[in-house]
């Protein structure tokens, strides 16, 4: 079965450091977003990308960065980390042009920044 | 800005009883408005969705209801059961992009 997942699950990390949350997918979707969830904000874009080598901000993009060098993989990089950037972080994806916007959620990644 | 607004943060609903949810929208280029649904330490998952062409859509216990004058939408869980117990966040989508509201944690209590 297609499936969306994310790695590491959990990470703690100190501030000041550079950390990677990993995001892949078999959808062969070629959509694929970044969101952080925090208590009273709901779901926010960080990073979206429509197809390979296509990265575009989102609504909290200052200090995260993406790229995409294939269709299956979109990493989120934080530059140097900060206590304001714990959170929950989603990947999702879904299928470019499709009768439906729906997006499929990867389980999360949790990370706290000392 | 706020582009989605959710209301209310939290609610309590008797089992058998009917849970209402609801969203408000300020940009009239959204296109599609689904409902994710969300159980503790997993991600969100689509639970309904509508486009502003129709006013309702109803799948099983869950309804949205849509007035695109008003620019509002909502959801209706008929029956509610502890097993809907979950965060429930209403989104806005434009140029396959969504917005989502802030949430709406619901508990059914028996």
């Known amino acids: 079965d297609a499936e969306i997942t994310q790695s590491p699950r959990h990470k703690i990390t100190e501030t000041g450091r550079q950390v990677t949350l990993a995001c892949h997918q078999t959808?062969?979707?070629?959509?694929m977003f970044w969101y952080r969830q925090d208590l009273g904000h709901g779901l926010r874009l960080i990073h979206y990308?429509?197809?390979?080598?296509?990265?575009n901000k989102g609504e909290v993009s200052d200090g995260y960065s993406v790229s995409r060098s294939n269709t299956e993989d979109l990493p989120l990089t934080l530059e140097s980390a900060a206590s304001s950037q714990t959170s929950v972080y989603f990947c999702?994806?879904?299928?470019?042009?499709?009768?439906?916007?729906?997006?499929?959620f990867g389980p999360g990644t949790r990370l706290t920044v000392l | 800005q706020q582009q989605v607004k959710q209301s209310p943060q939290s609610l309590i609903v008797q089992k058998g009883g009917i849970s209402i949810i609801n969203c408000a929208y300020e940009?009239?280029?959204?296109?599609?408005f689904p409902w994710y649904q969300q159980f503790p330490g997993k991600g969100p998952a689509l639970l309904i969705a509508?486009?502003?062409?129709?006013s309702e859509k109803k799948e099983g216990r869950f309804t949205i209801s849509f007035n695109k004058s008003a620019k509002q939408f909502s959801l209706h869980i008929m029956d509610s059961q502890p097993g809907d117990s979950a965060t429930y966040f209403c989104?806005?989508?434009?140029?396959?992009?969504?917005?989502f509201g802030t949430g709406t944690r619901l508990t059914i209590i028996p």
């Open positions: 999702a994806s879904s299928a470019a042009g499709g009768a439906t916007d729906t997006q499929y």
């Open positions: 959808w062969n979707h070629n959509n």
């Open positions: 990308s429509y197809g390979v080598h296509d990265t």
């Open positions: 940009n009239t280029a959204f296109d599609y």
């Open positions: 509508i486009r502003p062409d129709v």
């Open positions: 989104a806005a989508s434009m140029s396959e992009k969504l917005t």
